[in-house]
């Protein structure tokens, strides 16, 4: 008798169970994000470069000397993330990072190395992101980007860090 209570908890069809795991949005997005990752790695080898080190750079480009702490929520990254991430472009010598004084915050630019780096990232970027939209039609590929970005939006309040991308420079 306690073995039939025991396999009340057994799927009677473990394909069905894995099918609706596989058809899950998180798995598919976790998935679909471990690709992504993948081809840009494999687009931007020779330069040594990950999505989330593009990113810091591309961010930096266009807002010289932003704090850690802006950096971070411009990217969606925690503080543990973007710390791991400087610090290895800082060791390759593509940014640098300064205290400000009389301050806590960190300030952080691009090298001059750092700008030509992400100036060589701009094709395998470019490649990487088509080589991930290939499989879809132009029609397919605004679709997903737009169902992509109100998913996010409307669910930001439940991300881990907050996004909040930087203000633009005044004129």
């Known amino acids: 008798m306690d073995s039939l209570v025991?396999?009340?908890?057994?799927?009677?069809?473990?394909?069905?169970?894995?099918?609706?795991l596989y058809a899950r949005p998180g798995f598919l997005l976790r998935r679909a994000h471990q690709i992504s990752a993948a081809v840009f790695e494999d687009e931007c080898r020779d330069l040594q470069l990950t999505p989330a080190q593009f990113g810091v750079l591309t961010v930096l480009d266009a807002h010289p000397g932003l704090g850690q702490s802006n950096l971070a929520r411009a990217l969606g990254f925690d503080k543990v993330t973007v710390l791991r991430v400087l610090r290895g472009l800082e060791t390759r010598g593509l940014v640098e990072r300064q205290t400000e004084e009389g301050k806590r915050n960190v300030s952080v630019a691009l090298t001059p190395a750092g700008v030509q780096?992400?100036?060589q990232a701009q094709r395998p970027a470019e490649r990487a992101y088509r080589r991930l939209l290939?499989?879809?039609?132009?029609?397919?590929?605004?679709?997903?980007?737009?169902?992509?970005?109100?998913?996010?939006?409307?669910?930001?309040?439940?991300?881990?860090?907050?996004?909040?991308?930087?203000?633009?420079?005044?004129?």
């Open 6 to 20: 025991e396999l009340s908890h057994v799927p009677q069809k473990p394909s069905a169970t894995l099918s609706r």
């Open 117 to 119: 780096v992400l100036a």
């Open 134 to 171: 290939g499989p879809l039609d132009a029609q397919q590929q605004d679709q997903l980007l737009q169902l992509l970005q109100l998913l996010t939006g409307e669910l930001e309040d439940h991300a881990r860090a907050a996004f909040v991308p930087p203000a633009e420079p005044r004129a």
